[in-house]
């Protein structure tokens, strides 16, 4: 069994990203059902975002969407987030909402609007010098939805142009994050579906790119840890978009829906001793809390990644491999299934105490009277959204 002070030092180092727009309102085709006190821009998804970071101790960056979070200096931005004991993380470009883009992004067949899409990927770099981020993260809603619509060959042969494009804008410490997903909002095709498509455009580009993985972004039954082991083997894994699911891209909590698969994803992170920050994964929520208070259910999501993580420390690895070179099936599956089924909270409330925070993050947010402040604060204005 590892030494726990081994497994507290892993979890003091854990850092997990929060997206500004979980902060916003969010729903469906159906409806945004907004809530009191939401964000009205930028300054106050940051000043959300740190609250986290206060109660977990373990979120200490947030990740932009543009436009969603246009400001006029990014500097300034970056300034406020600082002032509040955060950093701005991933930037996050936005191809899928311009009336433009109907029949694609990057992969457009008009030249004029594949112009206008690279355009953007390349101010979000612009933003990213701006912002000291590290990543720039690209999802494309790109597809089409009936066969003959358009070549997938000639669709792929513009991708690669695009990306070739960014690529060579990005500086010497900054990486693109290609994210994949099967499909929605684009029914027939989508031009980058899967892990292996995004993995062999990264490979094609270069050592600064590498695979997102959104964990909602899979057809039913994918063994997702499967793809996590083999893009960390490769050294081409270089984010997740941390959400769950019951059927398709549902963006609701992590953990909530299959805290299981969580726990087997953590398995092979820190199994391939990819956990520490200077293993380059970024680890970052993309959810939407469309019925349930927001910060709280980013605090929960937090605690969810942590304790998947913990369950995931205490494995006996030196079990794990003797029954594993021993063909002992059953051994070792029960390995995982003893950590899986340990109860970590007590040790994740000590860890915290240790560090000076409330054992119990959901409990002292509630306590803390932040949510009545801003209900009565931020009234007026336009609350922030996707402005879909
Ligand atoms: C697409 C996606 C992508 C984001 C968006 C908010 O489904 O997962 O990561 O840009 O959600
Ligand atoms: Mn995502």
């Known amino acids: 069994m590892p030494a726990t002070s081994e497994v507290r030092a892993a979890l003091a180092g854990q850092r997990i990203e929060t997206p500004s727009w979980a902060y916003a309102n969010s729903g469906t085709r159906f409806k945004v059902f907004p809530q009191p006190g939401v964000p009205r821009d930028p300054w106050e998804k940051i000043a959300d975002a740190a609250v986290v970071h206060r109660l977990t101790g373990i979120a200490p960056t947030v990740a932009l969407h543009i436009p969603w979070d246009e400001v006029e200096d990014y500097g300034k931005l970056a300034a406020h987030a600082e002032e509040h004991g955060v950093a701005l993380g991933a930037i996050n470009s936005n191809v899928f909402q311009d009336p433009d883009f109907k029949l694609g992004s990057v992969t457009n067949p008009e030249p004029r609007i594949r112009r206008k899409a690279i355009d953007h990927l390349l101010k979000c770099v612009d933003i990213m010098d701006a912002t000291g981020s590290r990543d720039l993260k690209l999802w494309f809603s790109d597809g089409t939805n009936y066969p003959g619509q358009d070549s997938i060959r000639a669709r792929q042969d513009r991708l690669a142009e ?21 499909f929605e909002p684009a029914f ?50 270089g984010a997740f978009d941390f959400n769950s699911r019951f059927y398709a891209d549902d963006d609701l909590m992590v953990g909530a829906a299959d805290p299981f698969q969580l726990f087997r994803i953590m398995h092979e992170i820190v199994s391939a001793d990819a956990l520490r920050p200077e293993a380059g994964i970024a680890f970052m929520l993309d959810q939407c809390h469309n019925i349930e ?10 605690l969810n990644v942590q304790e998947a993580t913990a369950k995931a420390l205490i494995i006996d690895a030196e079990a794990l491999a003797d029954a594993q070179r021993s063909g002992d099936v059953l051994g070792a599956n029960a390995v995982l299934m003893d950590a899986y089924s340990t109860d970590v909270r007590p040790m994740l409330r000590e860890v915290r105490a240790d560090a000076g925070l409330d054992p119990d993050p959901v409990a002292a947010y509630r306590a803390s009277g932040y949510q009545e402040r801003i209900e009565a604060d931020r009234v007026g204005g336009t609350q922030a959204g996707w402005g879909a």
């Not at 057809?219 to 793809?227: H, L, R, S, V, Y």
């Open 188 to 237: 027939y095709t989508t031009d980058v579906p899967d892990w292996g498509t995004s993995y062999a455009h990264c490979t094609e580009l270069g050592d600064k790119a590498t695979v997102c993985i959104d964990t909602g972004h899979h057809a039913p039954g994918t063994n997702i840890e499967f793809i996590v082991a083999f893009l960390l083997r490769a050294n081409k894994l």
């Open 293 to 302: 208070a927001k910060i709280p259910a980013i605090i929960r999501s937090v």
């Open 162 to 182: 695009a990306l070739r494009e960014v690529y060579d804008r990005l500086g010497p410490d900054q990486r693109m994050l290609l994210e994949y997903k099967l």
